[in-house]
């Protein structure tokens, strides 16, 4: 179990398409807005690290068919050198973005000390790769990508990493969480938003642990998207959709999953703030992530 939390704001939106011709997607402020809303009061963490904002790019970058990807990797390995830092100095570091590629960097991170498995919570698959969509019709958005991209599927670019080579995690070694689509399947363990309508969180939760046990996995990442929550709970995300989880049940399985001490760590992505001007979705993901991290041990904020 980690000693203490470590924020890790990740303000981008690199992996997204733009909302409209000419405009930049507003992820970027989640961790501000979230920050704004009290997390850091919340959970109370021994540091936070404030990442610089990347400049997006509405045109296609040399080289790549992936929508700033040139960008992206070498802010994947700036998070990287922050996920490891967070790791050594043994604290669970929550990194706020930003969209769902802040997945890479922060398995990246992870990965440098060990093998590290997946706790996937989205709901999409975000499993798009050059076997399964035409790249030549238009530009990729690696926010669609990333299960793809993390377990090796896609452009050498961010599927190939310094230290840990490809993948950044096995096929074997990934359960996938709430995904509402059949589109682009991944060849991982799945629970659908409509398996877990019908099995509940209590018995999804121990079908998890009984997966990281089974595979021997002592260690996990948590990569969260809100996306997996019901657009009837919070519609302020890039893609909202129903069925999804209520707040109430991210934050039991959260924290079952914390519990265990297997989690190493956990990404927030795909909040957009543009989508709630006045903050009223913000307050109760605020109460969801420090209701998940409550089994952490914490200790006093450095200064």
Known sequence: ????????????????????????PGTWRAPGALLAAGL??????????????????????PATR???GVTLREHTLRLGDAVQAALAASRFPVVLGGDCSILLGSLLGARR????????????SDFRHPGNHDAGTALGAAAGMDLALATGRGELLLTHWPQVG??????QDVIQIGDREDRAVPPVTRFTARQIQRIGIAELGERVITF?????????WLHLDLDVLDEHVLPAVDSPGRPGLDFAQLAELLSTLVRTGRAVGLDVAIHDPERDPDGTYAAPI????ASAVTPLTTVETLT
């Open 1 to 24: 179990m980690a000693a203490a939390v470590e924020l890790i704001a990740a303000p981008w939106n690199l992996g997204l398409r733009p909302p409209a011709p000419g405009c930049e």
């Open 40 to 61: 850091g009061a919340r959970l109370r963490p021994a540091r936070v690290v404030e990442l610089a904002r990347p400049p997006y790019e509405l045109e296609a970058q």
């Open 66 to 68: 992936i929508r700033n």
């Open 113 to 124: 000390t060990g093998r590290c498995g997946l706790v996937h919570l989205d709901g999409h």
């Open 166 to 171: 490809r993948p950044l995690v096995a096929d």
């Open 212 to 220: 990281l046990e089974r595979r021997g996995l002592d260690r996990v």
């Open 286 to 289: 605020v109460d969801c992530l």
